[in-house]
């Protein structure tokens, strides 16, 4: 079964420092890969997602992500980050109609 | 912009209660979806719908029902509320990608979602 790995629950940072979030898939398959944001007491919100071409996607908000296929990753960077980047954030994988998700990391943004 | 509301913000049941959570979406996707969301266990989802009255069990079924009788809205049941379902509810809409068989799943578009407690 198709499954994600979000490698760090949280994650704290100081304001204008980078961040990267770590994911790894497994899939023996192509894969559509997806970063979502969560802000306090508020839905999911897509980041940013690969679907073919280009290896490294760039997102909302400054973030990026780079799908690498031989270590199955599709990590997320931000170079300075700010406060209002404190969230969660989820990485997911399209597996047939429906998403898997990893179960998240929180990123907390200390000034 | 993609819209997809749900009913409630908040909504506090007690236990046997019939609870009814709503989502409509108004981009005319085809595939929507509910998920329940507990802290340490990330996002599981509890059904799915790839068309109009269609509708498959996703990873916890157990207690729940859905109804979908028309494209834009898909209904999440709890035929009987129990403690260990409170938890914040998510709906999503999203297309298909076409990539041969069912296709996947292209961006999901979550609702702002219902914090149910059951009492």
């Known amino acids: 079964a198709q499954s994600v790995t979000q490698l760090d629950s949280q994650v704290p940072v100081f304001e204008e420092a980078p961040v990267e979030l770590r994911c790894n898939y497994s899939?023996?398959?192509?894969?559509?890969l997806f970063w979502y944001v969560q802000y306090p007491n508020q839905g999911l919100q897509l980041l940013l997602k690969y679907l073919s071409g280009s290896t490294l996607v760039k997102g909302i908000n400054g973030f990026e992500a780079e799908f690498n296929k031989s270590q199955t990753s599709f990590h997320l960077r931000k170079p300075s980050v700010h406060i209002s980047d404190t969230a969660e954030y989820f990485c997911a994988v399209s597996v047939s109609e429906k998403l898997v998700f990893g179960k998240g990391t929180k990123l907390t943004v200390n000034p | 912009d993609v819209k997809v509301t749900q009913s409630s913000r908040y909504l506090v049941k007690r236990t046997g209660e019939k609870v009814f959570l709503e989502c409509v979406q108004d981009?005319?996707?085809?595939?929507m979806f509910w998920y329940r969301q507990d802290p340490g266990l990330g996002l599981r989802l509890i059904y799915f719908s790839y068309d109009v009255k269609m509708k498959e069990k996703g990873d916890i079924p157990e207690g729940y029902s859905v109804s979908r009788e028309k494209k834009e809205r898909f209904s999440l049941i709890l035929e009987s509320a129990s403690t260990n379902q409170t938890s914040m509810y998510l709906c999503?809409?999203?297309?298909?990608?076409?990539?041969?068989?069912?296709?996947?799943?292209?961006?999901?578009?979550f609702g702002p979602g219902t914090r149910l407690t059951v009492l």
């Open positions: 981009m005319d996707h085809e595939n």
């Open positions: 899939s023996s398959v192509s894969v559509y």
């Open positions: 999503a809409s999203s297309f298909l990608i076409p990539s041969g068989g069912f296709g996947s799943t292209d961006t999901q578009y």
